[in-house]
């Protein structure tokens, strides 16, 4: 698909350059051509109407709102400070993680600490000139956190609000700096220090120490040549992003699937939506609500053993079917097979290594030409214009056959060898992949140009069970398309997202951010 630069359609003011330290995150939730645009205050023409959700979206606003609140009075505010309107409800949820993110940033930062609020958010400016015309253009920085100073103004501290502590690049390091050091002039600024700190559990981390004179520095050898590769930037890269983008619509790059889902009302929010989120909501709408605003996880509950090691196996096999040159895998398998980051018990990794051994036997390699293409967990999104929502979904593997038909395979473990009679019941996810290869939605929409189907790969300790479903077969596009609304028509239409509460908040991973959930059982007492 050939992605033209800037895309035709868009609009705006590019005298001044807005840049957040935000955009030099982790890149999975990021587009970086989304981001050029933003910085550059450009938008599509054609502006989709503003549908606001009616929970409170931005998930530590109020945790922002309330430490404000914490740590000064509205007459302490400056004049200009923008006073805040009605605030739209919080989701009970959301109400919990903040009470905790509050209690967790009071223990990281006591009040003892000598420093004051800063009276404004710190903003680094500079006047540059502009790539293609006469006149300049003025280069804001900012970061989005918490400031302090000390009384006399000579150190300045720079609170960053994280959901967990996270590695941080040398030019994250050095952006934070620059704001800190430079933003908001003032000359009696001799030391900086930038701080994350993490919301889940109260632990803080420096991310800079020094003096003024160092933070410019960083920021010369690592903050500048980030920034120029920011804003040089040309890959688009849709994925959840493309739910907020303000240039989704001229995006040449996001494939359009109108109809998809089988949805048809644009009036809804528009949102992102996976069969993650279909299942979750199905099983109770606070918990995928909850999960789609990324609050932490009960990692007990989320991770366990056999969960655990079914990641394991995708992880291992995404790496064999990702290597160069391409080979079929094998059935032997090393003793130390589990992937660094995953630990899995004795049993458990004998059990993994079993079912690698059976996946040998249907390796999709075995039958893939070496021209023929093969992407490995390619992250897919799919703009459905029917129900303004964004899809997005990750096959185990997609690859050609040498007419060009696409197969997509996923990969499944069981510790059981008990039969998988109906493939659509036992995997939800798998109906989302039979509308998409049906619709020719990889295919810019040439629905049934040169067939396709859907693999189903059970890796079972007896054996290896391969399922094909035709997306072409009238009885399963029927199941397929009803599978799928049944899935989104619910979560579509729905604005409060409450708990159901219930045996299945035993093992909810999302359990401790919700008052409504049911307490555990208590294991009843012997009988003497």
Request: with cysteine.
């Amino acid at each position: 698909m050939t992605a033209s630069w800037p895309p035709e359609g868009l609009v705006g003011d590019s005298s001044t350059v807005r840049i957040s330290l935000g955009m030099f995150g982790p890149e999975q939730y990021r587009c970086p051509a989304s981001d050029v645009f933003k910085a550059h205050g450009l938008r599509a023409r054609e502006r989709p109407r503003w549908k606001p959700e009616a929970l409170e979206a931005f998930t530590n606003g109020p945790f922002m709102a309330a430490a404000d609140e914490l740590e000064r009075t509205v007459d302490e505010l400056p004049p200009s400070a923008p006073r805040r309107g009605r605030p739209r409800p919080l989701h009970d949820g959301v109400r919990q993680w903040t009470a905790h993110a509050l209690r967790m940033y009071r223990e990281a930062f006591p009040d003892d600490s000598g420093l004051r609020p800063a009276r404004a958010p710190w903003v680094y400016r500079h006047q540059g000139p502009a790539p293609d015309g006469p006149n300049g253009v003025e280069y804001r920085i900012t970061a989005w956190g918490r400031y302090f100073e000390s009384p006399d103004a000579r150190l300045r501290e720079l609170r960053l609000p994280v959901n967990r502590l996270r590695d941080r690049t040398d030019a994250e390091r050095a952006v934070a700096a620059l704001v800190a050091a430079e933003g908001t002039p003032d000359p009696r600024v001799e030391q900086v220090r930038v701080v994350q700190f993490a919301l889940s559990d109260g632990r803080a981390q420096s991310v800079f120490e020094g003096t003024r004179l160092e933070a410019v520095a960083a920021h010369r050898a690592h903050g500048a040549p980030a920034v120029r590769a920011l804003l040089d930037g040309r890959e688009y890269r849709p994925g959840s992003a493309c739910a907020s983008c303000a240039i989704a619509p001229a995006c040449p790059t996001l494939r359009r699937a109108g109809g998809l889902l089988g949805v048809s009302d644009r009036s809804r929010p528009r949102r992102t939506w996976s069969s993650t989120t279909g299942r979750a909501h199905r099983s109770c709408p606070a918990r995928g609500y909850l999960r789609g605003l990324r609050l932490p996880v009960d990692g007990n509950r989320e991770r366990g053993a056999a969960a655990e090691r079914g990641r394991a196996i995708h992880a291992f096999l995404a790496k064999r079917h990702a290597q160069r040159p391409r080979t079929p895998c094998r059935a032997e398998i090393p003793g130390d097979w589990v992937p660094e980051g995953y630990r899995l018990p004795d049993e458990e990794r004998r059990l993994g290594a079993r079912l690698l051994r059976h996946h040998a036997e249907a390796c999709p390699l075995h039958i893939v030409g070496p021209e023929s293409r093969v992407e490995v967990e390619p992250k897919l999104a799919f703009d459905d214009t029917a129900a303004d929502l964004v899809v997005l979904t990750e096959p185990d593997l997609l690859y050609q056959e040498r007419n060009g038909a696409w197969v997509w395979r996923e990969t499944k473990t069981s510790g059981s060898d008990r039969a998988c009679r109906d493939p659509l019941a036992s995997y939800p996810q798998l109906a989302l992949a039979l509308r998409i290869i049906g619709a020719g939605a990889l295919d810019d929409g040439q629905a049934g140009q040169a067939g396709g189907r859907v693999e189903l790969e059970v890796l079972q300790p007896g054996g290896v069970d391969l399922h094909t479903l035709d997306p072409f077969d009238p009885r399963t596009h029927a199941a397929a398309e009803a599978a799928v609304r049944e899935q989104v028509a619910g979560w579509h239409s729905e604005d409060l997202f409450a708990a159901v509460p219930g045996p299945d908040c035993a093992g909810c991973e999302m359990a401790r951010w919700c008052s409504a959930r049911q307490p555990r059982q208590a294991a009843p007492e012997a009988t003497p």
